[in-house]
């Protein structure tokens, strides 16, 4: 962890680093031997945001102020990056570096609204998705529909949106980012159109529903 730290700090050398953890497979915990390695940094002395592909290690950095604004949605931010809000979630031992001066902000940003995310979440996940589905049937990334999917429905049981995928959408979520370059994927790809649309319908009834 510590290498990576140094890693980051080499790369803006110019930035202070006030959170660094894994995300992506990683961060979620659905890493396998082909995973890549990818890190969130949120940088003081930076601007904007961006993706930096440095060998395996993929780094998605974000100024303070947007990293904030991701986590509220912002339509500043795009979907591609808004998509990926929930990684937050992840585990106390994914995160590789809090500064202390970031702490409280941190952990004001895991207190939210459970409804009021997933809400969010499923917008941008879903514009997303939708966007890259008309561009290819198999993208990997398509395996986050299957998660999100059962991520739904542990929040019907609980009221609560948490990083717990229920079955039988975490085998089939597993199943397609194994096999998604081969003829195994062909069977998910009307399923995943079919979970886009009830992830949808499901949406619109949250919202119809209200926030309270």
């Given at each position: 962890?510590?290498?990576?730290?140094?890693?980051?700090?080499?790369?803006?050398?110019?930035?202070?680093?006030?959170?660094?953890?894994?995300?992506?497979?990683?961060?979620?915990?659905?890493?396998?031997?082909?995973?890549?390695?990818?890190?969130?940094?949120?940088?003081?002395?930076?601007?904007?945001?961006?993706?930096?592909?440095?060998?395996?290690?993929?780094?998605?950095?974000?100024?303070?102020?947007?990293?904030?604004?991701?986590?509220?949605?912002?339509?500043?931010?795009?979907?591609?990056?808004?998509?990926?809000?929930?990684?937050?979630?992840?585990?106390?031992?994914?995160?590789?570096?809090?500064?202390?001066?970031?702490?409280?902000?941190?952990?004001?940003?895991?207190?939210?609204?459970?409804?009021?995310?997933?809400?969010?979440?499923?917008?941008?996940?879903?514009?997303?998705?939708?966007?890259?589905?008309?561009?290819?049937?198999?993208?990997?990334?398509?395996?986050?529909?299957?998660?999100?999917?059962?991520?739904?429905?542990?929040?019907?049981?609980?009221?609560?949106?948490?990083?717990?995928?229920?079955?039988?959408?975490?085998?089939?979520?597993?199943?397609?980012?194994?096999n998604w370059e081969n003829e195994k994927s062909k069977p998910y790809i009307k399923e995943i159109k079919e979970q886009?649309?009830?992830?949808?319908?499901?949406?619109?009834?949250?919202?119809?529903?209200?926030?309270?």
């Amino acid at each position: 962890m510590d290498d990576l730290l140094s890693f980051v700090r080499n790369i803006f050398p110019t930035c202070k680093v006030l959170l660094l953890y894994y995300s992506g497979s990683r961060g979620y915990g659905f890493n396998d031997d082909t995973s890549d390695i990818d890190i969130t940094a949120v940088l003081d002395g930076f601007k904007g945001n961006m993706h930096v592909q440095l060998g395996e290690i993929d780094i998605f950095a974000f100024s303070k102020e947007d990293y904030i604004k991701r986590q509220f949605f912002d339509e500043t931010i795009i979907d591609y990056y808004k998509s990926a809000a929930d990684d937050i979630l992840v585990c106390k031992d994914k995160v590789i570096y809090l500064d202390n001066d970031f702490e409280q902000d941190y952990q004001n940003l895991k207190q939210f609204d459970h409804k009021k995310f997933l809400i969010n979440q499923l917008d941008a996940l879903l514009n997303y998705t939708k966007m890259r589905f008309g561009i290819k049937k198999n993208f990997k990334s398509h395996y986050h529909i299957f998660r999100m999917r059962g991520m739904v429905d542990h929040y019907d049981k609980t009221d609560k949106y948490e990083l717990v995928v229920e079955a039988p959408w975490f085998t089939k979520m597993m199943d397609f980012k194994h096999n998604w370059e081969n003829e195994k994927s062909k069977p998910y790809i009307k399923e995943i159109k079919e979970q886009v649309d009830y992830l949808e319908n499901y949406r619109n009834e949250l919202i119809k529903c209200g926030l309270g």
